[in-house]
Structures are given as C-alpha cells and as structure tokens.
C-alpha cells in the first residue's frame, strides 16, 4: 500500500486543526465522510473546533510535543493553495469554518516523492520549522490524489474564501453535474458542495460531487461502519484505512502497523499522553495478515521471555507467516525517511554512520531469512514460531540487542545458522565461533554494521529451541539465559497500567534512554533524525498491545507517555 506512511501523519493533521480557534457556536455538523466516496481508500476526519475536556486535552499535548503556545496554527497553510498569501486562520477560516473535517486519498499509487512531500507538509505544519502547503495537486501522474473537505457554518463566506483562493491560483470557472466549481490548469479544483469546502485535485472533487448526488458514501460502506461504531467516542481524529482499494504491494508505515487489513485508527489525546487506537477487520482467507501491531496473544508471551532488563522490547506474532511482508515494510518506512530529508532541503547526511545505513544493514539477514522464495521457506520460515527484539543496557559499552525467534524445529533452526552464513558470505565477512549454550555459532560481518553480528541457535532456560541474531556474544547468551523475564518486570506491569482494557503489552520502550544512546554515537544529528527530535524528547515511555473486540475485530493499542 504505497502512501501508508501518511496515515498517522494525516489523522494528526486532521485533530490539529482543532488548536486553531475555540469553540462553534453552531450545533450541528456535518460528517464529511458522507461527502467521501466509498471506493477512497484512505480517509482522516476529526473534529476540528472541540469543546471542553477534548479542547484541553488537545491543546495540552500539542503544546507538550511542540513547546509552542499556539502549536496548531500552521495547519491553516495545508489551506494554502498555489498562489495564495499567508492565511490567518482568525481572518481567513474561522468566520466559515465548521465542527467537522476530512481529508482523504483517492488513490495510493503516488510516487515516493510525492507521498514524502505530503508527509513533510503535514509535519512541519504540525510546529515544524517551514510552511507545509497544499498537499495535493502537482504535475505528473505520480502527484498525490485527493481533497480536503471542511463542513461550513456560513457557506457564504466559504464561497468568498474559495473563490478567493481560485482567483490567486488563476483557476477558471467549470461545471460538473451542474455544480460549478473553479479548476487551475495544474489540476486543483476549488468547491463548495452543498454544505462542503472541498479543495483538491479535479477528479477529487468531482468524486465529491457523484457522491452527495447519490453515489456510494464511505459513511455507509460496511467495513468503515462497523470500525467506526466500536471506536472510542473520546478520539480527537481516526483514520480509516482499506488495504483492498489499495495497491496490490504492501508497502510503508500503514502496512508495517496493521498489515493487509481494513482498518480505523483513533487518536485519543489526555493532558499527559497520547493513544492511538488501530481496530482491524479479522483478515480474509488469503494468510496471515501481518503488521506489527498484529502480534495478539503471541507477541505478548515473546515479549514476556525478554531479559527483564530491556529498555526496549517489541514481541512480535507469528514470523514465519509476516516476516518478509514486515522486513518490506521497514524497507519501505526506511526509503521514506530518506527521501523526506531531501523533501525538506537538506543534503546528505556526512555522518559516517547514519539512520537509512543502520537500518539496511539490520535488515539484510532478516530479508534473507524472510525471502518469499521456496528455498527461504524450507530453510528458514517453515520452522519459525513468534518472535521478539530487544535492546538493554544504559550505555554503548554495556549494550546488548537481539532478534530473537522461537523453533518448532530444532535440528532445522541449527541448520540455519550455516544456511543464513553462506548468503551474508558474499556480502562481508564470517567466521565460527564459540558462545556457551548454543548448538551453532557463527560471527557475520555485514555491510554498514559497525560491529559482528552473532548469529546462533540454541535453547532457553526452559528447553525451548530459539534461533538468534545478537550484537556480540553477550547478547545472545542475554536472549536465551536472562537473568530474569519481562514477564514479572516492573515495566511490563507500568506499561500494562497505560494501555488498560486487560491489555498484555507486547511493546515497551523507554524513550529517553533511546535517545541518549543516540546521542553517544552522533546520530540525533542525522537529517532523518533530527525532524522528528523535538517531538520524540517530549516522549516518556512507549507502551503497546493488543486484544479482541469481537465479532472479528482486534483492537491493538499504542500508548506514548508524555512530559
């Protein structure tokens, strides 16, 4: 699914909107998903002029992750079509503008650049350092497709202020259906449909048009209904994602969360923290769906096997059926990141060790092992149960990290170790080594990994067969012989407190140890890095989990702790 990655962006965009200017006075809305074809798949909406606790709460946590006393205003330039002035959202869109707002994609296929260039303007309107501007719209097929629309309370002065903008974009009039609309030589179209302000790509708004005239409405599509009817009432912003009107390929941040799904993502803010939400539809019957937020019971349990120590520590479901899709996905989230620090006008990192590197040497073995090729699937995922990662030590001497993978097959996952060696062979370095308690060892050294990576099979303290790969002996003998478990560990039972509902955590991250070690190595100041800065050190702690509603559906929850 090309374009995942602004999901989580575009339902924060969506919700900040809301800091921009008090309450409404009117007491009714309109929900712009009955305006939004059903066929859109991707879709943020929010309400954008909230009232008590939900007003707090949102001003409480973007003023937290920006440090600015006003931390929504620069949301009013994504409104900022090409050719016009800087907008005041007091002069220019709050006299009009309603309690309700949707922003949605009417397809996905957008080229990289194109989907980091949304991405970047969502974000640095979010507090960021420069204008973010109209996200849709540009020449080439591989420009973002889509509109946003905004319920009015006086569709008189959204008229003026539409054709205000039209006439700085040098727009002509038009007529579709007998609604008459204004559209710029580039394809940005200007409207007001019935109660709407819709601004966006032509086809966009003419899809708006079909659809108050008696086309399918996602409000009444099926999968979106029955997401949105078990959602938490208290979300500020949700976001509905439908991986079947998609692309074909499951690529980016949307994907690499909740995998092959029709799904909605709530954005539940408080005064001192952030939820997010993402219920899914049970998967069809073509597999696995995968995603990381798709553990279940599963990931909980590795989770619970990981050295007590963690600071971070992320089980994960069942691998042999969602690693490749998953080591994709990372690929993907990796490429976005790269391709954003150009978007934003910086050059190259100089770093000699830098975030995407990092990232693609972790990667390869796990590509390998992972492979969808029918010798990677005899080898390797055949024999794969669920899995975990973790990182522990407070410093870059006492660091231990590993990959760690349950067996159902033990004289396999010992045979993989060679088979894994043989492919990282003819890209660096391996040799044999010795590390106490394992069957196989071998030491890899892989391109853009500054140090060996240990790669071993063994058994666990309770007789489990495990398959490893650690950053030095220390981490594997960490990985298979803890000292203690997550499973009885102070943080696991915090990070259970934050999630609620009966959730078993299979995520937990300790944010600023994250970031001190960092530091310690230089990469805070890598391009990709360090856009995203100010808003990771307002962040505490990071707890995550998963556990069904019902009827098929998962509800998995993410939970950042703020200071």
């Not at 620069?74 to 707002?101: C, E, I, M, N």
């Not at 909980?300 to 042999?320: M, N, R, T, V």
């Not at 003998?477 to 000292?483: K, V």
Request: hydrophobic share 45%.
């Amino acid at each position: 699914m090309r374009g995942g990655a602004t999901v989580v962006l575009g339902a924060v965009a969506a919700a900040a909107l809301t800091g921009c200017g008090g309450s409404h006075a009117s007491a009714t809305a309109a929900d712009p998903a009955g305006a939004v074809p059903a066929s859109a798949p991707l879709y943020a909406g929010a309400t954008v002029r909230p009232t008590g606790e939900q007003k707090t709460a949102a001003l409480a946590v973007g003023r937290t992750l920006t440090h600015q006393a006003d931390p929504y205003l620069r949301l009013t330039q994504l409104l900022q079509t090409p050719g016009s002035p800087t907008l005041s959202f007091s002069r220019d869109v709050a006299p009009w503008l309603g309690p309700k707002a949707g922003i949605f994609l009417t397809s996905l296929q957008a080229s990289g650049k194109a989907q980091s260039a949304l991405v970047l303007s969502l974000l640095q309107g979010l507090g960021g350092p420069a204008a973010g501007g109209f996200p849709f719209g540009g020449a080439g097929a591989g420009a973002a497709q889509g509109a946003i629309v905004l319920d009015t309370s006086d569709t008189g002065k959204a008229r003026s202020f539409l054709a205000s903008q039209a006439r700085h974009a040098g727009a002509h009039a038009a007529t579709y259906r007998g609604v008459s609309y204004q559209a710029t030589a580039a394809g940005v179209a200007f409207a007001l449909v019935g109660k709407f302000a819709v601004i966006g790509t032509e086809s966009a708004v003419r899809s708006v048009i079909e659809t108050t005239q008696g086309g399918p409405a996602l409000v009444h599509a099926s999968g979106y209904a029955r997401l949105l009817a078990g959602a938490p009432t208290e979300a500020i912003a949700h976001v509905y994602a439908n991986a079947a009107a998609g692309a074909k390929e499951s690529t980016g941040l949307l994907p690499l969360l909740i995998g092959r799904r029709e799904a909605n993502l709530s954005l539940v803010a408080s005064k001192s923290s952030v939820a997010l939400d993402a219920d899914t539809l049970a998967a069809g019957s073509g597999g696995a769906a995968g995603g990381l937020l798709g553990a279940g019971a599963d990931g909980a349990q590795a989770l619970g096997e990981l050295p007590a120590d963690s600071w971070l520590a992320f089980g994960l479901g069942h691998l042999g059926a969602s690693l490749g899709e998953d080591v994709r996905a990372l690929r993907a989230l990796a490429s976005l990141g790269s391709s954003l620090q150009a978007s934003g006008g910086e050059g190259g990192s100089s770093l000699t060790l830098n975030l995407k590197s990092l990232l693609d040497a972790l990667l390869t073995p796990l590509a390998a092992l992972g492979a969808e090729t029918p010798q990677a699937r005899q080898d390797f995922t055949r024999w794969m149960g669920s899995g975990g990662i973790f990182a522990s030590g407070g410093n870059l001497l006492e660091l231990k990290g590993a990959v760690v993978i349950s067996s159902s097959d033990r004289a396999a996952s010992r045979a993989a170790v060679a088979k894994l060696a043989a492919q990282l062979r003819r890209g660096g370095s391996v040799q044999p080594v010795s590390i106490a308690g394992t069957d196989a060892a071998v030491a890899a050294r892989v391109n853009g990994l500054p140090l060996m990576l240990d790669i071993a099979s063994g058994v666990d303290s309770s007789g489990h067969a495990k398959f490893v790969l650690g950053l030095g002996e220390a981490s594997v003998t960490a990985a298979l012989s803890p000292a203690s478990a997550l499973a009885g560990a102070p943080s696991t039972a915090a990070a259970a407190s934050a999630l609620g509902e009966g959730i078993h955590p299979n995520l937990i991250a300790d944010v600023p140890t994250l970031l001190s070690l960092l530091e310690g190595v230089g990469l805070t100041e890598d391009p990709t890095l360090s856009k995203v800065l100010p808003y990771l050190r307002s962040v505490t702690t990071i707890a995550g989990g998963t556990r069904g509603l019902g009827a098929g559906v998962q509800r998995a929850r993410v939970v950042l702790a703020l200071h």
